[in-house]
């Protein structure tokens, strides 16, 4: 059966290197096109974003449909290198996850031990809660930590979206509902969530970090240019680019860059 035509969502670059990447909230976020600009001039190249959350970028990886991509799931990505469908891991940077609620914060998670202790209380209070769904790093994460909490979540107050990162944002503001965002998203669109505010953050486990990876040698069309961005994107210039992401516009940086990002390696 063949595969059906990938959805291009944007192009940077127009050089005659085409190579393809999956990727979300970097995307989402603006710092690909930043990224694949830059590297666009410097190696006339251009690239063609698919957006995905981190399981399905990996699976269009697998499936060869994709050069390369950028996600935050270090056991599926450790599990993707030891059977062989990817290679040239780099670390590019990270993010943190913040727990978000209604101002009231009715199951009380300010005052939370860790993240896993913020899920059980919300659990406690049956307070709705956004869940992406969507087997994306968020949504493993999520689960990740409903598991430590040692609860199965289940009922009316437990809302699945199976839509995206700033979606899904939007949803808990329209829901009065606690949600698991990463730093950049909220830094980026907290206006479209005037109910929510942080509630909880600083878990180590709740730190995300970003690899890079590329399909083997002679698996794709654009393979050896993804392999150059992705050196690129690990570079000093790429790097530099990563840490100084969005601090023309926002309080603050959106990302963290690969030497931040090592020490919550795990």
């Known amino acids: 059966m063949a595969q059906a035509e990938l959805k291009v969502e944007a192009v940077y670059g127009?050089?005659?290197?085409?190579?393809?990447?999956?990727?979300?909230?970097?995307?989402?976020l603006g710092l690909l096109q930043a990224l694949g600009e830059a590297f666009g001039k410097k190696e006339n190249a251009k690239m063609?974003?698919?957006?995905?959350?981190?399981?399905?970028?990996?699976?269009?990886?697998?499936?060869?449909?994709?050069?390369?991509?950028?996600?935050?799931?270090?056991?599926?990505?450790?599990?993707?290198?030891a059977e062989g469908w990817?290679?040239?891991?780099?670390?590019?940077?990270?993010?943190?996850?913040?727990?978000?609620?209604?101002?009231?914060?009715?199951?009380?998670?300010?005052?939370?031990?860790?993240?896993?202790?913020?899920?059980?209380?919300?659990?406690?209070?049956?307070?709705?809660f956004?869940?992406?769904?969507?087997?994306?790093?968020?949504?493993?994460?999520?689960?990740?930590?409903?598991?430590?909490?040692?609860?199965?979540?289940?009922?009316?107050?437990?809302?699945?979206?199976?839509d995206f990162m700033t979606a899904s944002l939007k949803?808990?503001?329209?829901?009065?509902?606690?949600?698991?965002?990463?730093?950049?998203?909220?830094?980026?669109?907290k206006n479209i969530a005037p109910k929510l505010e942080i509630l909880y953050r600083g878990d180590k486990f709740l730190v995300n970090t970003y690899d890079a990876l590329a399909a083997p040698a002679g698996a794709t069309p654009g393979r050896e240019t993804a392999v150059k961005f992705i050196q690129f994107v690990g570079s000093d210039a790429g790097q530099k680019i990563i840490r100084d992401y969005g601090k023309n516009k926002y309080p603050e940086a959106l990302y963290n860059d690969a030497v931040y990002a090592k020490q919550y390696v795990y």
């Open 86 to 128: 990817a290679t040239d891991r780099t670390l590019i940077g990270s993010n943190e996850f913040y727990i978000v609620g209604p101002k009231s914060d009715p199951a009380k998670i300010k005052t939370a031990t860790s993240g896993a202790d913020a899920y059980a209380k919300i659990a406690g209070a049956q307070a709705n």
């Open 14 to 28: 127009s050089g005659a290197n085409v190579y393809k990447l999956a990727t979300g909230s970097p995307g989402e």
């Open 48 to 81: 063609e974003w698919i957006k995905a959350g981190s399981g399905a970028s990996l699976n269009l990886l697998k499936t060869k449909q994709v050069d390369m991509i950028m996600v935050h799931a270090p056991e599926a990505v450790n599990k993707a290198l």
């Open 130 to 162: 956004i869940s992406r769904g969507d087997k994306s790093g968020t949504h493993v994460k999520e689960m990740d930590i409903w598991k430590k909490a040692g609860i199965a979540p289940s009922g009316n107050w437990y809302i699945i979206t199976n």
């Open 171 to 189: 949803r808990a503001n329209e829901e009065n509902a606690y949600f698991m965002t990463d730093s950049s998203t909220w830094v980026a669109e």
